[in-house]
């Protein structure tokens, strides 16, 4: 996986660097932590956004810190985790040009709630498979379609979260993308922290031991499926309530977008108009 990541990331960024459209650069007013603040207060649609993206993203950082204790010391197979981890990873890479055209048919809000649920669900199965080495194929058939159901994740919320920046753009007149990204990425650093709760919880509540050569008990592995397989799901399903109906769908994104261009053709044609006088 290492020598995959050393070979794909020059090729990948160069590609990137050359292919990706080279956007108009202006210069926009400058914004205050104040206003700042008073914007994210005022912005519902965020609101929404960003609590679904949170409490999603607590139940995906538990996935991501049990992960290898699950292979490993649950089903007993730490051997094939090299095996799991690559297929999970290229399954969701391979998703990405799939959910690119099931966006635009669903909406995005709606194809993150449809990703969120198949991915919920898809490692439920896994509850009835035995430890051991029969464990491997089953595993990693369903970490690969997990990785496959989260490759929406990769698209939706970014391209929602634009949204959202264009919503407080017009009601503004500030473009504060910069700010709400970062604030995302400042929740996405936050969330990775989440893991270290499950891992907690799990020896705390259900006495599990991660300890090689360790016998735990029947409460304490089904603690274990719990907190992988389920609480995830859980997680990710209350998001759906969230998203499924989320105000900014594409109907008002038109005419947000519709708006947004007349402003900026108005404020071309007035400079236009500066100039020759």
Do not use: C
């Not at 649950?74 to 094939?80: M, N, Q, S, V």
């Not at 929406?152 to 990204?181: E, H, K, M, Q, W």
Request: avoid cysteine.
């Amino acid at each position: 996986l290492g020598m995959v990541v050393m070979v794909a990331m020059p090729v990948t960024l160069t590609w990137a660097f050359l292919v990706a459209p080279r956007g108009k650069v202006s210069t926009a007013p400058r914004t205050t932590l104040i206003q700042l603040f008073h914007s994210v207060k005022d912005n519902r649609p965020f609101h929404r956004f960003i609590t679904a993206y949170i409490v999603a993203g607590t139940g995906y950082g538990f996935f991501v810190a049990l992960i290898f204790p699950f292979v490993s010391s649950y089903l007993k197979i730490g051997e094939a985790f090299p095996t799991i981890l690559l297929v999970t990873t290229i399954s969701g890479l391979v998703s990405v040009p799939v959910w690119v055209r099931i966006i635009p048919k669903l909406g995005k809000h709606r194809a993150w709630s449809w990703g969120w649920i198949f991915n919920s669900l898809v490692l439920v199965p896994m509850i009835w498979v035995e430890p051991g080495e029969s464990a491997i194929i089953p595993a990693t058939i369903m970490m690969g379609l997990y990785g496959f159901t989260n490759g929406v994740s990769a698209i939706a919320p970014f391209s929602i979260l634009g949204d959202v920046v264009d919503y407080d753009r017009l009601r503004t007149g500030v473009d504060r993308g910069g700010n709400y990204f970062a604030f995302m990425m400042f929740a996405v650093k936050m969330l990775g922290s989440t893991g270290g709760l499950a891992l907690i919880v799990l020896g705390s509540v259900f006495g599990y031991e991660l300890a090689e050569g360790s016998v735990n008990t029947h409460f304490a592995n089904m603690g274990m499926l719990y907190m992988f397989i389920l609480a995830p799901g859980i997680f990710q399903m209350a998001s759906v309530a969230l998203i499924w109906n989320f105000p900014i769908d594409r109907r008002r994104q038109g005419i947000i977008s519709r708006r947004l261009e007349s402003l900026e053709e108005r404020a071309q044609r007035d400079a236009a108009s500066e100039l020759r006088s």
